[in-house]
């Protein structure tokens, strides 16, 4: 089975649902919060890469796992942040804004990183990056959906609420399907590097994690902006670089889609474990 006829579409899928959640004001909402705005943004595009390149040259990791590393950590974002920030009691309106600027503005940044690392660690692999191929498909597999559903919410409101409501429960399970196919494709590869990709993945999404915290903290932003801006930096759009690695346009590996695979299922351990103790935190202050 060519696993990429289930990528494309559920990533299509997870676009045009967070398209049916945006407005238009989502996109400028920088103007009335920038530092708070402007603090996700640098987490998620340039603290998280370079996070992962650190990480990943201290694991040593062979060229087509540091691809992949490198790969998840160029794609921030996703409708299921918006989903957990409202679950932390979060700034929900800013994840709404963090997801729309970061899933427009990676449309240029994926590209343009992962074309500099693969000529970094891939070109004597005989690993390349076609990079036209990659914009291609980012216009139809992200931008063109995102904007399908940005429309469809301005002028058929009440049928985008009803859409929302339903895709919206199947994000999770889809991720995790798309994440299951994968580990089943790449058993072998998976649990002979699991440690390795495990320990590389666990330390990088804890760093970002723990960065995205403190550097919150440094720019007095208030609990609800903190918990949004860590939410956000550590959810990663994993359908995204699953699609970009396994893509026969793209990468045409799938095994550069494994670092996505691992992360997805760490930061979701992370994460619902970061919500939970706010809420036991939450109910100690209430009692």
Known sequence: MNSI???????????????????????????????????????????????????????????????????????????????????????????????ALSSIITLVTVPAIMQWVTVYVGASQGIQLPVVNLLMQNVFTMLAPIVLGILCRKYYSNVAMKMDRVLSKIAFPALMLLAGIFFVQHYDTITTHFSVLGMC??????????????????MRLNNKERRTIVIEVGMQNAAQAIAVASSPFVFNDGRIAIPAIIYALLMNVVLLTYVSIIKVRAKGKEQ
């Open 5 to 99: 006829f289930i990528v494309l579409p559920i990533l299509t899928l997870l676009m045009f649902d967070l398209g049916l959640t945006l407005q238009p004001r989502d996109f400028v909402f920088i103007v009335r919060k920038p530092r708070a705005a402007l603090v996700g943004l640098f987490g998620q595009l340039v603290l998280l890469p370079l996070v992962s390149f650190a990480v990943a040259s201290f694991f040593s990791l062979p060229p087509i796992f540091f691809i992949g590393v490198m790969l998840i950590a160029c794609c921030p974002g996703g409708s299921s942040s918006n989903i957990f920030s409202k679950l932390a009691k979060g700034d929900v309106a800013l994840s709404v804004s963090l997801t």
């Open 201 to 218: 993945v666990g330390l990088l999404l804890l760093t970002a994690v723990a960065l995205s915290g403190v550097g919150s903290r440094c």
